[in-house]
């Protein structure tokens, strides 16, 4: 009977929980109120049971149904009681419901104090833990009072985890009974430089909601907050003492100047983030924004920081982001604008790749440039600023290399020969004096096509008269550059005094054009066998070449040499340096092709590198902005350029959607698709970082003429052939095979990085190291130069052996060369056939025919038709390619023993007559027999 | 401070809430409807932090939420926290859920409210930020959730 009673109220316990409850109320859509009504009837019976097993499964059923809107305060009283359990599982069901619905009002609480207090201070850190979460959401003024000293006694816990709750409720305890804050303050800042990370952040937190309402007491503590910010790597603790010192700052002004530089530590952390943030679409936005910070920006190193900044976020993955490129020249201009930065060289560099990759836009960026020449003297005025005259260079080239464009080449070749150029650093004074030879070139040309040929010898009278400033000039190059033109103009001036026309010849000095050429692009050529590009082809002359070392020569190659002190004797090592030197320069300079002499012929005829597409799109700006030029207006533009895409679009919504799209680089396809539809307004000319994929087959082709190599060893070249041979079964005990694999490495290029994998099957795996995943291939441990072969051994685990099997695999490896390497992989098989689990042993005679007599093994037997070879020979075969030895041979018949791996003993009887072949085979595994026959079977169809 | 966190679905069911400050049962259930009236408006790529709900706290109060396929996760907060701090603490949240319950889903949430809130007892107490690190989080839960184990084990042993 009374065992009846307990099981019913088991099985109450177990009838209904809140899983139960939940599917219930899901099962009834229709009448959900009224089936809840008859559950909390249920509830009310079980919270009438003793067992607090089923009360706490009560409580919290009304903890779900609370959450649904029902008011739940009428079990107040059971919920105390489920508080009180001595088990976790109980007590934590209790506090949970009582935090979802005790309030100041619910009288039942002030029965509770009691029972906090002692789960307070139990032994068990996880129930004390409960009570303080628990209390921190229905602390009355009471309980607060009642509980502040054992919640400070908690500060101090040796716990993190009771502290850094504790410390947290402590804010409520303050709400609730503000008498309790003088005491704690102590012990509550004590807790800001706690060793645990949590408690300190809880300590911030709480002091930061109290200077909240009251900043000016927590003033004193502002040196502590300001160590916390510069150590703290919690941004949590970051962002909420941040807040406090945005209270405290108008309080105290000198506050601001102190937090100056470890907030811009953070908003460089920021900067860094937007670099990964444009998109073709926010570009011109976040860039305006920046601009605008620039303006603002006090220090001059944050400023630089910005500028930096600005220019990575635009260059990044080859302008990736920029649909126009007027917009980013005006950008470019504007910047020069800046006081004293020390970046003058980064601006000029991009100007330079800009006017130089996008053909479309020269024209625009001269005309920029004259007007930047033309103001020089805001740039120069102040030495001070002499890091942004850097820009000059740019500028002075741009103008000259593309003179054809600019609108009065006669004011910028003035502007360009001013005395006041002559303060410019001398790296600049020389392309300003090479650059104006240029220009007079193109005013030369403009003028002699004019009847009167009077302005042509003003303009080499211009010439001569300002001239000879440079040819005075301290710095060799620009002294020997001037006088080199001043004495080439005086020369002109004789001709056109006997009135020939020379423009053409002058032109020519400066034909031709600067063709960019991927910086990789020359990596992807293989340098044909037989061609030493370090040898000299002519006898090598006496002195040494130049050494460049000028960082700052941009166009270092493009500049006609000066002599320098000439070296008589240099040795082998140090010509061995300088080749080095040399060849790495060339490599990393992009506007540099590898001269040989019959390269240099194909370069010129060739038609290819010309023909690299430069999609030409009609811009709805103006060319030509007078003035200094406002990216601004460009944000605008590009929305209405967007905007007029965007409608055309519309109408050829039924016209393929490729046609609309730029047939860049694989790049851009890639990108999200709102990126796609924005064209971009000018196209960069080379994409340096991925070689566009038709540039390839230009610069191969190239080679191939001049070299005459064949196509074959190209092919060979990129796929190296790489022999995995010679597949040996080791045997060992039980289930490990060992196999020797001999790589041989058949091409001409380094290997290295091989990894060996192999998909295991259910019954062989490879053994790999442990910690490595089943997946994970197998290092080989050596690298491999071309032609060499080595061994190396892999441990399988087989699990039978009584069938062959295939195991797939792949090697992977990288294949080096002197400038490039590519991952390459190799597919393979691995055959295990029954033969290589058969161990060779020795058997004499009478063990031989004990265990035929045994009556264990079970036969087998197999022909051999048109076998063509001696007795011994066949013996010999069989035993070395399957592993058997010969027991006993009487004439032409022979009896053989093997072994397995497992102990499977294998007897053949072989006899033969005339051409035909007979075995007859005995083995206690009638699977195992039967491959190993088809297996013998096989070598001797094969022969 | 928060002021409530809640979790709904895309019909506005509630599956978790937790006020950090007293209101009625039918008053809780208004302030949901009324957040899941002016969030579940709300396109996904617009921002995630909203002012205007007129029920909690007044003028200084605003909501911050994170939309995760069929659930809405809200927190209302005054002025004293960071929006994008709170965001993260949303993120770390069901980060953890997502640890705790394996690939968590919405019926999890459904069927396990109490386990959510113990959970989230870990992260958010009384309306203060208690703690963001994931690890020490779930190190937390687990601790206490073999503790609970064991307790049920004894139970039965001891019928």
Known sequence: MALKIVKGSIDRMFDKNLQDLVRGIRNHKEDEAKYISTCIDEIKQELKQDNIAVKANAVCKLTYLQMLGYDVSWAAFNIVEVMSSSKFTYKRIGYLAASQCFHESTDVIMLTTNQIRKDLSSPNQYDTGVALTGLSCFVTPDLARDLANDIMTLMSHTKPYIRKKAVLIMYKVFLKYPESLRPAFPRLKEKLEDPDPGVQSAAVNVICELARRNPKNYLSLAPLFFKLMTSSTNNWVLIKIIKLFGALTPLEPRLGKKLIEPLTNLIHRALDLLYGMVSKKNLMEIVKKLMLHVDKAEGTTYRDELLTKIIDICSQSNYQYITNFEWYISILVELTRLEGTRHGHLIASQMLDVAIRVKAIRAFAVAQMATLLDNAHLLTGNMQRNGICEVLYAAAWICGEFSEHLENPIQTLEAMLRPKVATLPGHIQAVYVQNAAKLFATVLKGQEGNTDSTAAQETSQLMIDRLPLFVQSANLEVQERASCILQLVKYIQKLQQKDVEVAEEVSALFAGELNPVAPKAQKKVPVPEGLDLDAWINEPPSESESEDEQPKAIFAKEEPKHSRPRHTEVDEKELARRREARKQEQANNPFYIKASPSSQKVYQDTPGVEHIPVVQIDLSVPLKVPGMPMSDQYVKLEEERRQKERAEKKKKEKKKRKEKRSGRGKKQDSGPESEEDITPAHMVDIVTEEMPENALPILILFYFLSVNILLTEMIAFFWPSFKVCDIQGNLQDGSQVVVSVIFENKCDSFLKSMEFNVLDSLNSKLQRPEGSGPHDGLTVPFQLPPGVSNEARFVFTVQSIVMPQKLKGTLTFIVKNEDSSTHEKLDFKLHFTCTSYLITTPCYSDAFAKLLESGDLKGSSVRLEGVNMPFHHLLARICFHHHFSVVERIDSCASMYSRSIQGHHVCLLVKTSGQTVSIDAKCDEPTLLGNVLDEIKQTFSQC | ?159
Do not use: W
Request: proline share 1%; with cysteine.
């Open chain 2, 1 to 159: 401070m928060i002021k409530a966190i809640l979790i709904f679905n895309n019909h506005g069911k509630p599956r978790l809430i937790r006020f950090y400050q007293y209101f009625a049962e039918d008053m809780q259930q208004q302030i949901i409807r009324e957040t899941f009236h002016l969030v579940s408006k709300r396109d996904d790529n617009v921002c995630n932090f909203l002012e205007g709900g007129s029920l909690i706290g007044g003028s200084d109060y605003k909501l911050i939420y994170r939309h995760y396929a069929t659930l809405y996760f809200v927190f209302c907060v005054d002025s004293s926290e960071s929006e994008l701090g709170i965001l993260d603490l949303i993120q770390v949240f069901v980060e953890t859920l997502d640890k705790c319950f394996e690939n968590v889903c919405e019926l999890d949430l459904i069927f396990h409210m109490d386990k959510v809130h113990y959970i989230l007892q870990e992260v958010v107490m009384g309306g203060m930020v208690l703690e963001t690190n994931m690890n020490e989080i779930v190190a937390q839960v687990e601790v206490q959730n073999r503790m609970e184990k064991s307790e049920v084990s004894d139970v039965k042993q001891g019928l």
